[in-house]
């Protein structure tokens, strides 16, 4: 089954830690940080995804 998280993290990565750092940072956005991608879109989900698909964002998982 095709699945299109797999394009933002890797096959071994959670998508429970994808929506946690895409949500985090899309408060940051509405707080007023910068965009870290040049785009047109204005929904704060949709550019922490562009975000991250980009790998202008990062996370670490701690174990």
Not at 47 to 62: D, P, R, V, W
């Amino acid at each position: 089954m095709y699945n299109p998280s797999t394009k933002v993290i890797g096959e071994n990565e959670s998508r429970y830690t994808l929506v946690m750092v895409v949500a985090k940072r899309a408060r940051q956005l509405v707080a007023g940080s910068p965009k870290k991608v040049e785009t047109d879109l204005t929904n704060p989900i949709s550019i922490a995804l562009e975000e991250m698909k980009e790998g202008k964002i990062s996370f670490e998982e701690s174990k």
